[in-house]
């Protein structure tokens, strides 16, 4: 995704540079007094801040390891990723999408000797308009991961799609991204449509539509019409007359349900051409097809005599179908958690991590009878850098999201936080949910957990276990069921920000002997 509004990055980069100053000097003073008080074991690791008028505690237990993702269901999702993306540490992915359409009416009538002059697929790409130049819009693509050319089809899908689940008391089916083979193995062998080459563009949509009202029989009148960027191809004209119009009047046109019997669809496969590769989310919800046609019809014209003759006139109409169930399945090289010593995040169906805070009870006690308040509180996540090239800034998430897996919902510092901004998810939650920072040596993600923290603390909150991923809209909370391996009984769900993007991290976690192990950091004040 691609920042493109000035007066927020400005705003944005004063903000961090305020927090990063107030920080510095929180970590600087600390670094120079110590805590006079005796507090036994809690007491012995607290360092004195004067500039917040607080003690520093980072010496509290807590435990972190990764779950291997194997699957997320995707059949509720408007948007889906299309491509191939190969990660320096976790390797290629592959994302396709099998789609079911829907007739836009039911037993349709194409008039006299209907001839298909066109087929059109249109399926919007995200973008933001950056600049316009004369009549044109200037578009930079948003949500492209890679720039690497690879190989597209779409094929007739051959598996059908239910809506219920005969198998689980006809509730509602639900498809998952680990159903990789039983689509791609359930296709037609001839293709529909075949790219080479592809990779998204970011050119403005411009078609020339006859204008109907203006125009008449000495003059017919087009107008321009311009719609932002989005995946646009022509479908072949025989395929769909032998699809859809030559079986006008049978019963697999008569309703959705016969239809989707009978034409189960479309499935979009990705091809890798190198090592590079591009992945983009596509918004299905708006996606379409289009049968542009020409028909006839019997009219009466009125002779010089008053009598009536019937001829046939020609007239132009579309037929339009519309994308109704759609989901992603994924083919992934990275197939195992390496170790447990690192906290390995990968979107797509990859891995998260898990966190326990304050996994010793009688630590926890000792520090709720000392009746602190919390004013700050931090998870610092720093990057493994032998394992990441800390120089390469593309294929880095930019942010972390962090929830309540025991609740499946966001903790009570992204409710609160004030600088969110529903306009804008790069700049918005930069309190709780910290971009990427620090430099080539030292790069890390920072989160606040302030609220989360005293509420532990000082309510008697239930201590609940967190859930950490890669995201690619923090302003998305919604979260999908999910297939895990290694994984806590409380985890069910995982956030679709998650799943809908390829990036991944390594990070350090809490079993290293290292100044980046993963600590949380209490800022209080004792109680007078």
């Given amino acids: 995704m691609k920042k493109n509004n000035k007066f927020y990055m400005k705003k944005e980069l004063k903000a961090v540079k305020k927090y990063k100053f107030l920080a510095f000097l929180t970590i600087a003073i600390s670094l120079f007094a110590a805590c006079e008080d005796d507090f036994s074991d809690v007491g012995s690791d607290l360092v004195n801040n004067n500039n917040f008028n607080s003690l520093l505690y980072d010496s509290s237990n807590l435990n972190a390891y990764s779950v291997k993702i194997n699957g997320a269901q995707t059949n509720n999702f408007n948007n889906l990723l299309l491509g191939v993306y190969n990660d320096p540490v976790y390797g290629k992915m592959t994302a396709n999408v099998v789609s079911q359409l829907s007739l836009g009416t039911t037993n349709p009538d194409f008039g006299i000797d209907p001839v298909i002059d066109s087929v059109v697929l249109s399926i919007p790409y995200y973008s933001t308009a950056v600049d316009i130049d004369d009549d044109a819009t200037i578009y930079e693509l948003d949500s492209v991961y890679g720039n690497g050319p690879i190989d597209l089809s779409i094929y007739r899908n051959n598996y059908y799609i239910s809506s219920l689940d005969p198998n689980n008391d006809y509730e509602a089916q639900e498809y998952y991204t680990n159903q990789y083979n039983t689509f791609d193995q359930n296709h037609s062998s001839l293709a529909l449509l075949e790219i080479s080459n592809y990779t998204p563009s970011a050119q403005e949509t411009v078609l020339i539509e006859l204008n109907e009202d203006e125009s008449d029989d000495t003059e017919q009148v087009f107008d321009t019409v311009r719609s932002t960027p989005s995946f646009r191809y022509h479908l072949d004209t025989e395929d769909f007359q032998e699809i859809i119009f030559d079986r006008e009047g049978s019963s697999d046109l008569i309703?959705?349900?016969?239809?989707?019997?009978?034409?189960?669809?479309?499935?979009f496969k990705s091809e890798s051409l190198s090592d590079t590769g591009t992945m983009s989310l596509l918004n299905f919800s708006n996606a379409s097809i289009t049968i542009?046609?020409?028909?006839?019809?019997?009219?009466?014209?009125?002779?010089?005599?008053?009598?009536?003759?019937?001829?046939?006139?020609?007239?132009?109409?579309?037929?339009?179908?519309?994308?109704?169930?759609?989901?992603?399945?994924?083919?992934?090289?990275?197939?195992?958690v390496p170790d447990q010593e690192k906290l390995y995040l990968k979107g797509g169906s990859g891995s998260m991590a898990v966190i326990d805070l304050f996994t010793d009870q009688n630590q926890l006690d000792s520090i709720r009878e000392l009746g602190w308040l919390v004013n700050e509180a931090n998870l610092t996540f720093y990057v493994d850098e032998t394992q990441v090239d800390l120089e390469d800034t593309i294929t880095q998430p930019s942010r972390l999201f962090i929830y309540d897996i025991n609740n499946n919902t966001v903790l009570s510092d992204y409710s609160f936080d004030i600088s969110a901004n529903d306009n804008n998810p790069f700049l918005s939650r930069l309190i709780h949910l910290g971009n990427l920072?620090?430099?080539?040596?030292?790069?890390?993600?920072?989160?606040?957990?302030?609220?989360?923290?005293?509420?532990?603390?000082?309510?008697?909150?239930?201590?609940?276990k967190l859930g950490l991923t890669v995201s690619a809209n923090v302003n998305q909370t919604n979260t999908t069921k999910g297939i895990f391996t290694n994984a806590p009984e409380e985890l069910e769900n995982i956030p679709v920000g998650h799943v809908l993007t390829p990036e991944g991290t390594v990070l350090?976690?809490?079993?290293?002997?290292?100044?980046?192990?993963?600590?949380l950091e209490i800022y209080y004040t004792e109680p007078n």
């Avoid at 040596?441 to 920072?446: L, P, Q, T, V």
């Avoid at 350090?508 to 600590?519: A, I, R, V």
């Fill in 292 to 336: 542009y046609y020409t028909y006839s019809y019997e009219t009466t014209q009125e002779n010089n005599d008053g009598t009536e003759t019937t001829v046939i006139e020609e007239d132009k109409d579309e037929f339009s179908l519309s994308f109704s169930t759609n989901f992603n399945v994924y083919e992934n090289e990275y197939e195992n």
């Fill in 437 to 464: 920072s620090g430099d080539n040596n030292r790069r890390y993600y920072k989160l606040r957990v302030t609220s989360l923290v005293n509420n532990i603390i000082n309510n008697d909150s239930t201590n609940t």
């Fill in 255 to 267: 309703s959705n349900a016969n239809f989707q019997n009978y034409f189960r669809g479309l499935y």
């Fill in 508 to 519: 350090y976690g809490t079993e290293e002997n290292s100044d980046k192990k993963l600590k």
